[in-house]
């Protein structure tokens, strides 16, 4: 396992710049996720990691050894990085157990120590009983852990994913994840994940990088990013969120503030250098409301826009305030049926006032 310290770095492609001042401090062995959407950077940044790109600006270090600078860049194969790919980047012509043995016989492993490098690991992925095949006759999910074996055989002490679960289908997708997991523990390994799925990214990883156009706009735990996002950006991208506003923001002093959501009071949760703000932005998730049965309770008045059964609860969208400017959601646990057009009565049970930019945000 190895620390990562990207600071400041920067990467163009001819006029385009595509990576802009990105900085990351990874501890050795942390799980980190970079997520963001397609075309923002993601990619472009694990190739410059992994060597696979030179940098235009800043420095890439990897276990206390500076691997890029603008004048320095040490080759990918001297980085100890292993790198998955979506599209598992397999040898067609080679055998399971080749494709695991080949970086070690490259790297001047002896072929008896490499021998028993390559069954170790492919028992450690449950593979061992299909050693001889080749990569044509293996399921997604069975090629894919041939790439882990590979990292694991080369005790690769940084492992780059690049939307590794981009292809699967959803069942496959789970038991990979797990996969992942096990790998992270039993490797101890820095593992760098990419992935636009945010559920992927929150449950896999210590720590979350939001990416946009090139910029790192928040690197947090999973439940900070969901709690107290820095931006609207994050606050809109994570756990379904909705952006709205609320009046006379008055902090309490307490890690929470008073304020006026669409003529009723709420108490809401903010930063603790937050200001008073006559309107500001809050983040609210669905699971944040309530629905009232209680007509004699002060709540905010909504109509029924659209309402999706999703199993254990149903997701109605809600359309709240005058001229139902206000869009929410809200889960309602089943049984129970909303229509569209139907009026309800609801309650905020907690939310978060976005800091404006010149309030610090949280990090651990
Ligand atoms: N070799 C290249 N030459 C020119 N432009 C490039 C090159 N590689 C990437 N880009 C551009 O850089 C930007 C970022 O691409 P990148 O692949 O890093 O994004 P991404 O976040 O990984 O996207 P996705 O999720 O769709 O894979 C895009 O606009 C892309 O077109």
Redesign the pocket.
């Known amino acids: 396992m190895a620390r990562i310290e990207i600071e400041n770095l920067d990467k163009s492609?001819?006029q385009?710049q595509?990576l802009r001042e990105v900085s990351l401090s990874i501890e050795a062995g942390e799980f980190v996720s970079v997520l963001?959407?397609?075309?923002?950077?993601?990619?472009?940044?694990?190739?410059c990691l992994a060597g696979f790109?030179h940098i235009d600006g800043g420095r890439i270090e990897v276990g206390g050894q500076v691997v890029s600078t603008p004048e320095r860049h040490l080759p990918p194969e001297r980085r100890g990085i292993g790198v998955v790919f979506q599209n598992y980047a397999l040898w067609p012509h080679m055998t399971v157990a080749k494709n695991v043995a080949y970086g070690l016989k490259i790297a001047g492993v002896p072929r008896s120590e490499r021998e028993t490098r390559v069954a170790r690991v492919l028992d450690l992925v449950e593979l061992g009983a299909l050693a001889q095949r080749r990569p044509a006759d293996l399921s997604g999910g069975q090629r894919q852990r041939v790439a882990l074996a590979r990292c694991l055989a080369m005790e690769s002490r940084v492992v780059l994913l690049?939307?590794p679960l981009a292809n699967l289908d959803v069942h496959l997708r789970s038991a990979l994840e797990e996969e992942f997991a096990a790998f992270h523990a039993r490797s101890g390994a820095t593992m760098f994940y990419?992935t636009?799925d945010q559920a992927e990214a929150l449950a896999l990883a210590d720590r979350v990088a939001v990416?946009d156009r090139?910029r790192i706009i928040q690197f947090d735990r999973p439940e900070a990013l969901f709690r107290q996002p820095a931006s609207e950006t994050v606050a809109g991208f994570i756990g379904e969120g909705r952006v709205i506003e609320a009046e006379d923001i008055r902090p309490l002093g307490d890690g929470h503030a008073s304020a006026s959501l669409l003529g009723q009071p709420v108490r809401l949760r903010c930063a603790p250098g937050q200001r008073g703000q006559d309107r500001g932005r809050i983040s609210v998730h669905p699971g944040d409301l309530q629905l009232l049965s209680d007509d004699l309770q002060p709540g905010i008045e909504a109509h029924v826009t659209r309402a999706t059964y999703r199993g254990a609860y149903l997701r109605a969208e809600l359309a709240a305030g005058p001229s139902a400017s206000v869009p929410l959601s809200i889960n309602v646990a089943a049984p129970s049926s909303l229509d569209r057009g139907q009026r309800v009565r609801i309650a905020l049970r907690d939310g978060w006032v976005i800091p404006d930019p010149v309030t610090p945000t949280t990090q651990p």
């Open positions: 492609f001819g385009t595509v963001g959407p397609s075309g923002c950077g993601k990619t472009t940044l694990l190739r790109e690049d939307e990419i636009h990416m090139g």
